[in-house]
């Protein structure tokens, strides 16, 4: 019932998209050429108008052989997973590996001198992982994601990424916590869209918001240039999940 409700709310959002269609057959083609079940990926973004942009996000629950299994990987992605030390690690590099197929089929991730992931076609990419939720974002520009699970932790950092502005709004708001996880998510997010360089506290600003908004503003001003992002911000399975439309 679960996953209907999942793939019902896929069609509410993306009903009039192409690309929710063929990520559904994408779905089936890749459960039918494995003997092991997989619990499909929860969502994906409607297509922009703008420009093409697919997001996909999963709850990986599965074991590690099941993962690896469905990775479906060559021999030497076989010997780069076997290269890396952490099992969180390597549940991290195979989902990824498994929701690339589904968004990026073709293509081959690849990271820039400073470490930001980029396909080889060119496209525009961003992962985040937190505990077993797995989101990988692909567009024609470039574009950040991040997703974040409540933690009291980040009250006691909240002056290395808040403007002073943020702080005073996250401590009038009526949930302090959930504010301050949004503002430092979406500043993370926009980080990944620039892979480097970023002063979070002295060089983002949010825009005032209620931690029940789907839309927010931020404004960068620093050696990157500056720039205005809206970004989205979603709510799945108790993680904030935000990245720039």
Known sequence: MY???????CFLRA?????????????????????????MPLKVHRQNVVRNTEFVIWNATESMDELHALARLSENEVELLDSILLEKRKREWLTTRILLQIVAS????SHLSNGKPI?????GISISHCDNLAGVIVSDEMVG??????????????RKFCHSDEITRALE???ELTYLTMVWSAKEAVFKYFGERIQFAEEMRMAH?????????????????SKRFTLVHDFIDNFHVIYTE
């Open 3 to 9: 996953l209907i409700l999942c793939l019902l709310r």
């Open 15 to 39: 009903r009039e998209d192409t690309e929710f269609w063929l990520f559904i057959a994408n779905l089936f083609s890749l459960s039918s050429s494995q003997n092991t079940k997989q619990k």
């Open 106 to 109: 073709g293509s081959e991730l």
């Open 119 to 123: 396909l080889t076609n060119h496209r």
């Open 145 to 158: 994601l991040d997703i974040q699970r409540l933690n009291e932790k980040i009250k006691r950092i909240a």
């Open 173 to 175: 708001s009526a949930d």
């Open 209 to 225: 918001f209620d931690v029940h908004d789907s839309k927010l503003e931020l404004s960068y001003d620093g050696i990157h240039g």
